[in-house]
């Protein structure tokens, strides 16, 4: 099974600051992956999918991008309401995996 | 606009069954594309991929839950159902079910996202 690693586990920033979150993959993998965005006490919310797409509704300041094995998450002008966990998560065959999460505290 | 709920039991014993209904609406699962999937967390953890009901009653499972995991439409139209045997405190978390919608990836596989999930039901299991 294909596993994933992100990286920082957890980070603090600044308001206005931009924020990068790197998931890697054991393997190449294809552009079937997404990030979430957890709130405390919340379901996860999709944010990207097939790598790069923004999901309806997600704020422009949101983007994914990333091929092979190295998928970024940025988050351009972090804002309050981007605290929260975010998740990447790949799709391979009809099974799913996810990373095992990054905290970002403001 | 779509939803969904989980209902089940909150609470269970070793060795017991746990049975969940995902109740929604907004889609229809007989639409091409579409899916429900069956997700878990634990406290502190990443979600856990557990089950997929595509829409053309296709089934896929976690290996390394499949021995124990059924995924079934319900009685209605707009429920889907899952089932897991033998429970064990492992297997307390929240669990969740979410809406899936098909697209190609850039190697052109069928692939899957999860887009709108519902709020989760608590299942603890401790005897």
Redesign the interface.
Known sequence: AIQLTQSPSSLSASVGDRVTITCRASQGISSAFAWFQQKPGKPPQLLIYDASTLESGVPSRFSGSGTGTDFTLTIDSLQPEDLATYYCQHFDTYLSSFGQGTRVDI | QITLRESGPTQLKPTQTLTLTCTFSGFSLTTGGVGV?WLRQSPG?????LA?LYWNEDE?Y??SLESRLTVTTGTSKNQVVLTLTNVDPVDTATY?C?HSFD?Y???G?L??????????TVVTVSS
Do not use: I, L, T
């Open positions: 999937v953890k990443a979600p856990e991929w997929h896929r976690s290996p969740y979410a697209y990836d850039n190697r596989y692939s899957s996202a999860f887009d709108v999930w519902g709020q989760g």
